[in-house]
């Protein structure tokens, strides 16, 4: 068998240089490049992927990955299929129709377009050495945002049905002396809690089977550091994360030569899945970013890319919200609603979001024990149904949300009477409830009407509706379909996922203006799949401030601030029972997309009125907040009691810092942060604002500093207590 090498250097004898670097195939960003190699016939190399790289003639005869002498068979293939001598998990494994379980994929051709100024694709086909199926690896190259998706089609003309057991979005081959990656474990009220961990021989896997509300005990968003833990602003570091609001699986596997493959995709538990001839597979996309300056830079990409890409709206201003759920619960009327309409304008809060309850006669929503399904207005608690409510909040400057969630359905409901055969269920196997409801069964076109119907008719409720909060708040457990064929129950998984993205897709045709948040009982479905037809999300039910700062800054590590809904709730906290000062609550919600969610009536008049100014001075910052590139200080995972981060405006002009203390340290002791992201050489006002009497005591407060002497001397912050903050406002002169 001849070495890549040899092949390589057979090659060089009959080609001209332009000819030799004919198999080269180069997906660039403007700081990133990917470079394939793929010679016709043979298997499609990974040369490299780092920092931009323009000398790329000698990967020819310089190798970067592999060894010079390693055989062909275990050389870096970028998407190997289980077949021929590659003994690691393979990217892709397949049955033919003729029962053979092995394939051997090589290059067949490729093609490159640039979309649009800053989009180029890229499509690479692989073919079977000896089937007619190919598989076509999509690459679209983001240049100024430094992202490279990925995703794969696997179709086929063999004669019968071929079954697809396992097919991977991305293969990555790393090489360094250590891998170290970041994921983010957690639960309800307990999400993205970051984990970093030194990959030692063997398969690390990250993966989800809850079907669709698969972020909740881990997200399918990863970095891995090279030869270091990951640092802030240097290292290289690697970041993915996968488009799919369904069953994922990242594995990681350190094999005996060093090398780390990188493998993420759909989840093929249970999954396999058949096609027939001429029928074809996608995969969703795997999101790749790279930076050779550490996690700040991985942020930066990824928070550029959502905000231009993969957010509804990504570069609007979001409004202040003051959500009903933490202050009425289910226990409300038309007049309880307008009292907390009347305390949200003002404050001079600019939407109100009517949260579960509102539905349902026959089973009224007044628990979470019966209603969902039913989505008509409950008459006895809002006589004057919906449109009243909204045209009152317009009638006080504010816009006017809903909450919905429209794939569940309560036992304790007219649906689940009505349409027994829509409820997700495994053959005759009991239903198991969780929260009280099921869930309705997305593969079913019917049902996908039927909830497309359940937004459609809400909108027709009042055109003054402007903001829908989509909850999700159960996951698949005995799957299966009663619409989906005996030998297609397997295609549940992602035939669901793509019966939601197909009710997304509508909803965003009809209503594009419309806001909607994703929540999923928190943060269970934050993935960049999902939150390409969204405006934000609601990061966690766990409203308490003190936890609030460990999920934000994970969360925010991929996802943008303008996107992370936090709402200042009442103290003593809801879900811990912890009592947080009203300034410190604030503090940690204006770091995302600022709410309220309490009753404001039991707020008393000096609260009422730091709530006031606390809500100008966001309103005032938020641009700093929302559209600015986010620089973290210090970790709340580092333990020492002290955390911070800060947002600059693009041109470096103005800043906004955020800084807290999470414990009592000791009466001497300030905390000294040095700041990033601000231009050396220019000068800016500093102030302290959102203090509680409205004026500060702090010596810094009202001077001018250098960039430079910013950044490099640092300031010290008189914020020793436990769970004190204080918010800097910097200002260009
Ligand atoms: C979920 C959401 C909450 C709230 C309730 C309503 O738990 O995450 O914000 O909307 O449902 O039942």
Redesign the pocket.
């Known amino acids: 068998m001849l070495t890549r090498r040899k092949i390589l250097a057979a090659a060089a004898i009959v080609c001209t240089s332009a000819a030799i670097n004919a198999g080269q195939i180069k997906v660039e960003t403007a700081d990133i490049s990917l470079i394939l190699d793929g010679e016709p016939g043979g298997k499609l190399d990974l040369c490299y992927f780092g920092e931009k790289l323009d000398d790329t003639a000698e990967f020819e005869y310089a190798w970067h990955i592999t060894q010079p002498d390693t055989p062909e068979e275990y050389g870096t293939q970028l998407y190997p299929a289980y077949g021929g001598r590659f003994f690691l998990n393979p990217a892709l494994k397949i049955t033919h129709a003729d029962g053979v379980m092995t394939t051997e994929l090589v290059y067949q051709s490729h093609g490159q377009r640039a979309i649009d100024a800053n989009r180029t694709e890229t499509i690479v086909t692989l073919r079977d050495k000896l089937y007619d199926a190919t598989v076509d690896l999509r690459f679209v190259a983001y240049n100024t945002e430094n992202v490279i998706t990925q995703e794969v089609t696997f179709g086929h003309n063999e004669p019968g049905e071929v079954t697809i057991e396992n097919i991977a979005s991305s293969y990555l081959t790393l090489k360094a002396s250590n891998y170290y990656l970041t994921h983010f474990h957690g639960t309800w009220a307990r999400e993205m809690q970051l984990v970093e961990e030194c990959l030692t021989p063997g398969v690390k896997v990250i993966e989800s089977k809850k079907g669709m509300r698969t972020t909740q005990s881990d997200n399918s968003a990863f970095m891995v550091s090279l030869n270091a833990p990951a640092q802030e602003y240097s290292g290289e570091v690697y970041a993915g994360a996968l488009a799919w609001t369904g069953n994922y699986k990242m594995s990681f596997e350190l094999d005996e030569a060093g090398l780390l493959h990188i493998i993420g995709g759909i989840n093929p538990f249970a999954s396999e899945i058949k096609l027939g001839a001429g029928e074809d597979f996608t995969t969703p996309a795997m999101v790749l970013t790279y930076s050779n300056q550490g996690r700040s830079s991985i942020s930066h990409n990824l928070h550029d890319w959502t905000r231009r890409y993969n957010l509804a709206h990504g570069n609007e201003e979001r409004p202040i919200v003051l959500n009903s759920?933490e202050g009425a619960y289910f226990t409300y009327d038309e007049n309880v609603i307008k009292r907390m309409i009347d305390d949200a304008a003002e404050f001079g809060v600019e939407m109100f979001v009517l949260?579960?309850g509102w539905f349902g006669n026959k089973f009224p929503r007044n628990g979470?024990n019966a209603g969902l399904g039913d989505w008509q207005v409950n008459k006895k608690k809002l006589p004057h149904g919906i449109g009243a409510l909204a045209d009152y909040a317009v009638s006080k400057g504010l816009k006017f949300g809903i909450?919905i969630e429209p794939e569940m359905v309560n036992p304790d409901s007219e649906l689940a009477h009505k349409h027994p055969e829509w409820i997700v269920r495994s053959g005759n196997r009991d239903l198991l409830p969780m929260r009280n409801q099921q869930l309705l069964d997305l593969t079913n076109p019917e049902v996908q009407d039927f909830v497309f119907g359940v937004f459609d008719g809400i909108m027709s409720m009042s055109p003054n509706i402007s903001y829908v909060?989509w909850?999700a708040?159960r996951h698949v457990d005995n799957a299966g379909s009663t619409y989906l064929a005996a030998d297609r129950q397997s295609h549940f998984w992602y035939e669901y996922i793509k019966g939601l993205y197909s009710v997304y897709e509508r909803i965003r045709q009809k209503y594009p203006d419309v806001e909607i948040q994703l929540?999923s009982?928190?943060g269970g479905r934050i993935d960049f799949g999902a939150l390409k037809y969204h405006d934000e999300f609601?990061t966690s039910?766990n409203t308490n401030a003190l936890d609030r700062l460990s999920i934000q800054y994970s969360t925010n590590l991929f996802f943008p601030a303008i996107a992370t809904a936090a709402h200042v709730s009442t103290s003593p906290n809801h879900q811990t029972g912890m009592m947080l000062p009203l300034k410190f609550r604030f503090d940690v919600a204006m770091t995302g997309r600022l709410g309220m969610e309490l009753q404001p009536s039991q707020l008393n008049g000096e609260e009422k009125e730091f709530a006031s100014r606390a809500v100008v001075l966001y309103k005032q910052l938020r641009p700093v907040i929302q559209l600015g590139d986010l620089y973290r200080l210090d970790s709340p995972y580092d333990n020492d009691g002290w955390c911070a981060n800060m947002y600059v405006t693009k041109n470096r002009g103005e800043a906004v810092v955020f800084a807290f203390s999470t414990t009592y340290h000791n009466r001497t002791q300030s905390y000294s942060i040095k700041l990033h992201g601000l231009d050396p050489d220019k000068h800016y006002l500093l102030e302290e604002v959102n203090t509680i009497s409205g004026n500060s005591n702090y010596v810094g407060s009202g001077k001018v500093y250098s960039g430079e002497f910013l950044m490099k001397a640092g300031l010290l912050l008189p914020i020793g207590g436990a769970y004190t903050s204080m918010v800097l406002h910097l200002v260009e002169q």
Do not use: L, P, T
Request: charge should be negative; charged fraction near 45%; glycine fraction near 8%.
């Open positions: 759920w949260d579960d979470d909450w909060k909850d708040n929540c009982a928190g609601w039910d």
